[in-house]
């Protein structure tokens, strides 16, 4: 997959401060941040805890507005709303346990207005990508953490988004079941063609999955370097045994180290 | 994959549990029977469970209070429908103005306190000397567990699911129709079968001490007057409505449940 692709989100100068529940004063939680996400590019965003980064993803998202600075997506002012092509994976349980993975799936389509059959073909399709097919008629509650979070995704995906934004989906499961799922949606991305951006607190899931890896600073958030993995699109489990994939994990190790004792400062 | 809580418990370790629960009840039933035919319990005061039931059957098929039966299930059934409605209005409001709640919190946390049936003089004087005050007792002696019930809910609907919302584009209107509600349903439901019982509760009580009419003034009346077998038919027949209008909210909500909430075996 070229990574030499037009912007598809555009992001300038952008910075965040909410005003503090108890003690009203100002407190400034990202940026300024500035970077492009290319189309078609698999992009993570990793650092310490409480950096900004779902913030950031709020943004992308039009779940939360710019304090200043700018945000577009396909070119357009992302304000206010979640624009038309973007679809968001939350690291929460998102799962409606009122309706049946089908329905779960199918939700965001039939509130679309798309003709049943065609509903059906698009769930039928990503339940079956996503190992869900032999579910369809269950409830979440039956369904384990990792289940529950490939309906999420599912629901998303039926969408046909062209910008997928995911805020630790991966975060409440267990190593295995990460790996899997990170394999997953390495062949999501491949298949559908997705701009997909990935918030995230594993190094080596960043590694392993992205084109590219925004790494950031402590609160307020901003990005230290955005660093290039140079993986081919057909990358896998396998790519971890590659000495550049050590050698990543260290270089952005080596950047995140100082910014998470000053997170863990902070937090004391 | 976890599997369906339901189909993990055997059908024999459920079909166990109900099966004691009935020999439980079954236990107490006999264990009155023998006690009330064998003198051990004064028999002018108490009768024997099948004289009970035998009452009860005698004045469903005589039909001799079917018009007090029909008061009371009217009354509290016009109550119930107030409660829920208005409750869950309530509740609304509540949800959507903090201020408001917080001004009534302590007001709603101590409206149990109060005796409601201390009301009933004043609302005869307000509805008239008519089934209306009752229907008020048990609206009002309702009407709080449901707007607190629902306000509960509301507020526990996950943030990530008001998100999602948000992320499928919707308006206010949909949000509510499609997620909030559907979400909070189990605490609604809860607030439903408090007002069930509530509203019965107040109507019957209310009719039992102030009223002319009724299931709860037959009951009195009979006791008043050492109609034992009456007062004892009447009330088995009472517990019977109750009883089965328990039975189908309980298991209305386990359907619901069913679907959505993994039980205490996974």
Partial sequence: MSLARNPIVSVKEATKTFSARDTGQPFHALGPVSFDLREGEFFSVVGPSGCGKSTLLDLLAGLGAPSSGSVHFEGKPVVGEVPDGIAVVFQEDASFPWLNVFDNAAFGLRRAGLPEDQVKARVDHALDFMGLSGCAGIYPSQLSGGMRQRVCIARAMVLRPRLMLLDEPFGALDQQTRLLMGEEMLKLWRDTGSTIMLITHSIDEAVLLSDRIGVMSSCPGRFIEIVETGWSPERDAQTAMDPRFGALQAQIWGMLRAESIKALKAKR | ?266
């Fill in chain 2, 1 to 266: 994959m976890t599997a369906l809580p339901g189909s993990l418990q055997p059908a024999w370790l459920k079909h166990r549990v109900v099966a004691l629960r009935l020999l439980v009840i079954a236990g107490c039933v006999l264990l009155l029977e023998a006690g009330s035919r064998l003198g051990w319990i004064n028999p002018v005061s108490f009768i024997p469970p099948s004289k009970m039931l035998l009452s009860a059957i005698e004045l469903l098929v005589k039909g001799s209070f079917k018009t007090d039966i029909w008061l009371t299930l009217s009354a509290a059934s016009i109550a119930v429908l107030l409660a829920v409605l208005f409750g869950f209005l309530f509740g609304v409001i509540l949800f959507k103005l903090p201020r408001l709640r917080r001004v009534l919190d302590p007001l709603l946390l101590s409206y149990y306190a109060v005796p409601i049936f201390v009301l009933y003089p004043m609302l005869i004087v307000l509805l008239g000397l008519n089934r209306w005050p009752l229907v008020a007792l048990g609206f009002l002696f309702a009407v709080v567990a449901m707007a607190v019930n629902t306000l509960n809910g509301l507020e526990r609907v996950p943030a990530v699911l008001l998100r999602t919302a948000r992320m499928l584009r919707m308006g206010r209107i949909d949000e509510l129709r499609l997620i909030t509600l559907p979400a909070s349903l189990p605490f609604v439901f809860t607030g439903i079968k408090l007002a069930v019982v509530y509203s019965f509760i107040a109507v019957i009580g209310g009719e039992f001490v102030l009223s002319g009419a009724g299931f709860g003034y037959q009951i009195a009346y009979a006791y008043n007057n050492f109609d034992n077998p009456t007062m004892y038919g009447l009330m088995t027949l009472l517990l019977l409505f109750v009883g089965t209008i328990n039975l189908l909210l309980h298991m209305a909500e386990q359907r619901l449940y069913q679907r959505r909430v993994l039980k205490e075996l996974t």
